[in-house]
């Protein structure tokens, strides 16, 4: 039986930048697929200039469906609002999620890459301690040198590895894809908080003047608090009832799926395996934003890749050399650091309103710190203005964190 050196499991975008790079360096690259396409699975599409270096696409090509000219935060309830606008907003675009799937895919095949879809990724094999391939289907069974997990949030590689899980705070999140809306305006992206939404935000991002993108995406900060609140898909289409550009809107496609957003978990290598994307949790916490830091993990761990064949080296040291440049780069502590922060608003959320929290979170941020913020560039000093601005309530989440600690133990 033939040993690949790289087997990836899953075309999300850590699959698919992983699987590109290995190819590209020269690696004997199988990509292992339980869809029947890569464009069957939900990319992810709002991105900064980052994402478009990662990938190597201009911003006036095809794989750019749009680009905002300000970007607008709301309350669904109040009508309380932020508008970043031009003169402060970064570059933000939506991708064209297919077009970029398609070109990673496109890429790693011209050098050679195998891809296999409705191949359903079991579990690891594990022979002395390593893991050196996967069980698929029924009976399927690959070898492979080095095997990566990038299967997504409930990745059967990590667990049949053996990682451990902390109690992530996962994010739930659904897209309605949306056709013939009226008097939509391109330039603007919306993001809306509210009581029917929760601890998450609903967002409407144009691809045109009659086509958008909504969707919701929502953290359940309690069993109590998950179960009083609408279901995620009668939100979007209570939204679409009381706007009247969506009103007559025809919904063209349904995605759903599920992001980590607790942080990075404590360890995602092994010998013969690593992790990468979602199921890692390399993850920017409080957005729920993947795609940049899956195209980033996607680039470190192929160049490793690389490297562990050379050296002809998958014991766990080599492997961990992976997770040890990862860490130490500034897109992983920032997902480290937004994670601390996600999980204590959560915790915060158990004990107290977390559209609340939101209000007061809309009625106090200013427009600059909050394009620094989703652009993640927000400087030292602004984040100490924040941290002044927002003691009160860092107070009252740091209190609600050390009651929910006390509680849980955790
Ligand atoms: C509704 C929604 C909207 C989002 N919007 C944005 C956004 O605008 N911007 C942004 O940056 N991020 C966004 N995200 C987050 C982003 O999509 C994810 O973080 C990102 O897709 C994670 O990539 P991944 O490759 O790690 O995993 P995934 O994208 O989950 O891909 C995993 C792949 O593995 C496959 N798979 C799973 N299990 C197996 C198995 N056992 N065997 C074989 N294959 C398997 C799946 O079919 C899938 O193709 C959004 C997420 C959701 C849910």
């Not at 908080?193 to 003047?209: A, H, I, T």
């Not at 979602?278 to 160049?303: D, P």
């Amino acid at each position: 039986m033939m040993t690949y050196d790289v087997i990836i499991a899953g075309t999300g975008p850590a699959g698919l930048m992983t699987a590109e790079w290995t190819a590209k360096y020269g690696l004997k690259t199988l990509v292992l697929e339980k869809r029947e396409s890569v464009t069957h699975s939900l990319m992810g599409e709002l991105v900064t200039d980052k994402a478009l270096k990662f990938l190597r696409v201009r911003p006036d090509s095809d794989y750019i469906g749009n680009k905002y000219n300000s970007i607008v935060g709301e309350s669904l309830d109040t009508g309380a609002n932020i508008v970043v606008d031009r003169s402060l907003l970064g570059n933000s675009y939506l991708f064209d999620e297919d077009k970029c799937q398609e070109l990673m895919r496109d890429r790693a095949l011209s050098d050679d890459a195998e891809f296999r879809y409705r191949s359903r990724v079991n579990s690891v094999i594990k022979e002395k301690g390593s893991v050196v391939g996967v069980n698929f289907n029924q009976s399927g069974k690959e070898h492979g040198r080095l095997t990566v997990g990038a299967d997504g949030s409930f990745s059967r590689v990590s667990e049949t590895a053996g990682f451990k899980h902390p109690k992530w705070l996962l994010s739930y999140g659904y897209r309605f894809k949306l056709k013939n809306c009226k008097g939509i305006d391109p330039d603007v992206a919306y993001f809306f908080v509210g009581k029917d939404v929760g601890l998450g935000y609903l967002w409407l991002y144009p691809r045109s003047e009659t086509e958008i993108n909504l969707g919701i995406g929502r953290v359940p900060s309690s069993k109590a608090n998950w179960h009083s609140l609408p279901p995620m898909q009668d939100v979007l289409r209570k939204y679409m009832k009381t706007h009247p550009e969506t009103q007559n809107a025809k919904i063209s496609a349904v995605n759903g799926g599920v992001v980590p957003c607790a942080g990075i978990i404590p360890k995602f290598t092994d010998a013969g395996v690593a992790l990468c994307g979602n199921s890692a949790g390399q993850v920017s916490s409080i957005v729920g934003g993947g795609v940049t830091t899956c195209f980033h993990a996607g680039q470190v761990l192929a160049k490793h890749a690389k490297r562990m064949v050379d050296e002809e080296d998958f014991s766990e040291k080599s492997v961990g050399k992976y997770e040890r440049e990862y860490r130490k780069t500034k897109l992983a502590s920032n997902i480290m650091n937004t994670g601390k922060g996600m999980w204590a608003v959560s915790k915060y959320s158990m004990f107290n309103d977390p559209v609340a929290a939101a209000e007061i979170v809309l009625n106090q941020l200013d427009a600059k710190t909050l394009n620094e913020l989703i652009q993640g560039h927000a400087s030292v000093g602004t984040l100490m203005t924040l941290m002044t601005d927002f003691l009160p309530m860092v107070a009252k989440i740091g209190a609600g964190y050390l009651r929910a600690i006390a509680v849980s133990g955790l």
